[in-house]
C-alpha cells in the first residue's frame, strides 16, 4: 500500500517554465514532507521539507505549498533551469518519531529543455 | 564529512551467487536504512537500524535478504542466492536523530543479476 502517491511520473517543461509536482497521503498522523532530488548516478538529497503549520514554504526557486485538509502537499520550481533536471520525491512521516521512517512517493522525472 | 560510503558501486554476478554490499554510514549517524531502486516500483525500504539495532524488516522481500549492523560505522545487505529479479541501485541512507532530521543517502550499487 502506498502511503504518499505522487503525480506525474515525468514531466517535461521548457527552460522558465513552472513544473508542479503533486503528492498525497492518508495517514494524518504524518506531519513532516520533505522533498528529494536525485541526480542520474547519485542517491536523493533534502531539497526542501514542510510542517503543517504553514500553507507554504519557499527556498530560492523551490516552493512547497500544503493542504491540511485536502492531505496534498505540491513542489512548483520557478523559472526552471535545464540544471533542475532529476528525479524528485515527495516524502512524509511523523516529526517528532525517534523510531519513524519516511514513506517516499514513486518520484517524478522532470526534463528541463533549454 | 565525507558522507555515506557505499561499496561496490556496480556489481554484476550471476544468479545463484552470493552478494554483498556494504554501507559505512555518516559518524555520529545512530539510524541506517537500506533501500532498494526500481523503475517499476521507485524507493523500497528494505530495513532500517536505530543504534544498531534492526527496527522494521518488513521491507525485506524474501529470506534470500539479510542485513547485519555489527556496529556503528558498518552495515552490509547480503542476498543469498541472486536471481535477475534482484537486479537494482540500492541505497543505504543515513540519519542522526529523529524523524525530521534529514537523510543523507550514499550513491548506490548498482547491482545486476545474470
Known amino acids: 500500500q502506498q502511503q504518499v502517491k505522487q503525480s506525474p511520473q515525468s514531466l517535461i517543461v521548457q527552460k522558465g517554465g513552472i513544473p508542479i509536482i503533486n503528492c498525497a497521503y492518508e495517514n494524518t498522523a504524518f506531519d513532516y514532507f520533505p522533498w528529494y532530488q536525485q541526480f542520474p548516478g547519485k542517491g536523493p538529497a533534502l531539497l526542501i521539507a514542510?510542517?503543517?503549520?504553514?500553507s507554504e514554504k519557499k527556498e530560492g526557486r523551490f516552493t512547497i505549498s500544503f493542504n491540511k485538509s485536502a492531505k496534498q502537499f505540491s513542489l512548483h520550481i520557478m523559472d526552471s533551469q535545464p540544471g533542475d533536471s532529476a528525479t524528485y520525491f515527495c516524502?512524509?512521516?511523523?516529526?517528532?518519531?525517534?523510531?519513524?521512517?519516511?514513506?517516499f512517493g514513486r518520484g517524478t522525472q522532470l526534463t528541463v529543455w533549454p | 564529512d565525507a558522507g555515506v560510503i557505499q561499496s561496490p558501486r556496480h556489481e554484476v554476478t550471476e544468479m545463484g551467487q552470493e552478494v554483498t554490499l556494504r554501507c559505512k554510514p555518516i559518524?555520529?549517524?545512530?539510524?541506517l536504512f537500506w533501500y532498494r531502486q526500481t523503475m517499476m516500483r521507485g524507493l523500497e525500504l528494505l530495513i532500517y537500524f536505530n543504534n544498531n539495532v534492526p527496527i522494521d524488516d518488513s521491507g525485506m522481500p524474501e529470506d534470500r535478504f539479510s542485513a547485519k549492523m555489527p556496529n556503528a560505522s558498518f552495515s552490509t545487505l547480503k542476498i543469498q542466492p541472486s536471481e535477475p529479479r534482484d537486479s537494482a541501485v540500492y541505497f543505504c541512507?543515513?540519519?542522526?536523530?529523529?524523524?525530521?532530521?534529514?537523510?543523507?543517502f550514499g550513491n548506490g550499487t548498482r547491482l545486476t543479476v545474470t
Open positions: 514542510i510542517r503543517p503549520d504553514v
Open positions: 559518524s555520529g549517524h545512530n539510524s
Open positions: 541512507a543515513s540519519r542522526k536523530g529523529p524523524d525530521n532530521s534529514p537523510l543523507h
Open positions: 516524502a512524509a512521516s511523523n516529526y517528532d518519531s525517534t523510531l519513524g521512517r519516511l514513506y
